[in-house]
T-cell receptor, first 111, second 118 residues
Framework: EDQVTQSPEALRLQEGESSSLNCSYTVSGLRGLFWYRQDPGKGPEFLFTLYSAGEEKEKERLKATLTKKESFLHITAPKPEDSATYLCAVRGNSGTYKYIFGTGTRLKVLA | ETGVTQSPTHLIKTRGQQVTLRCSSQSGHNTVSWYQQALGQGPQFIFQYYREEENGRGNFPPRFSGLQFPNYSSELNVNALELDDSALYLC?????????????????FGEGSRLTVL
């Protein structure tokens, strides 16, 4: 069964303190791994899509990487406005068109 | 280009009642998916509609049903509400053209409808 596990559940960083969030996955036939940012009470906001092991994507202070078993979201020199929940999702070949989401990492960046 | 819009944003119902949530998909997208997100959890797939037909369903009972209209907007209906149905209901649109391709496209979400069942 397709599964996504994110760690840590919560992370507190000082402004400027770089770190990485982990997304481990098992999926039958990866058709895409997706990162989203979600602010409290809001819908998820799309960040990145990765398709193949070794692929990397960057956007401002965020960089996403992918291996055959996990993905990392690296946050370089974070700012308080980066505080949010970061969700990872995968789409496989299950045939139901569903995207499997992890429970997210709640990031708090302190000024 | 307009994004995904959902209504209502918040609503309160009592057990046993019925609710209808509405979604307008992003311009150019013909596929709509619905997800349920309980507090502190990730979104869970309910079902997907493509060209007015349900073409995928998650582990939700039949009292969760939906519709898609010719303009690609969609409704989620939940009958006989239970306390555990309290959640954020998210609508996501995507391009149906990507479904047959090896690489799946990203989902674009609305702001959600927060349902509280008392």
């Amino acid at each position: 069964e397709d599964q996504v596990t994110q760690s840590p559940e919560a992370l507190r960083l000082q402004e400027g303190e770089s770190s990485s969030l982990n997304c481990s996955y098992t999926v039958s036939g990866l058709r895409g791994l997706f990162w989203y940012r979600q602010d409290p009470g809001k819908g998820p906001e799309f960040l990145f899509t990765l398709y193949s092991a070794g692929e990397e994507k960057e956007k401002e202070r965020l960089k996403a990487t992918l291996t055959k078993k996990e993905s990392f979201l690296h946050i370089t020199a974070p700012k308080p406005e980066d505080s949010a929940t970061y969700l990872c999702a995968v789409r496989g070949n299950s045939g139901t068109y569903k995207y499997i989401f992890g429970t997210g990492t709640r990031l708090k960046v302190l000024a | 280009e307009t994004g995904v819009t959902q209504s209502p944003t918040h609503l309160i119902k009592t057990r046993g009642q019925q609710v209808t949530l509405r979604c307008s998909s992003q311009s150019g997208h013909n596929t709509v998916s619905w997800y349920q997100q309980a507090l502190g959890q990730g979104p869970q797939f309910i079902f997907q509609y493509y060209r007015e037909e349900e073409n995928g369903r998650g582990n939700f009972p039949p009292r969760f049903s939906g519709l898609q209209f010719p303009n690609y907007s969609s409704e989620l209906n939940v009958n006989a509400l239970e306390l555990d149905d309290s959640a954020l209901y998210l609508c996501a649109s995507s391009s149906g053209k990507r479904q047959g391709l090896k690489n799946a496209g990203e989902l674009f979400f609305g702001e959600g409808s927060r349902l509280t069942v008392l």
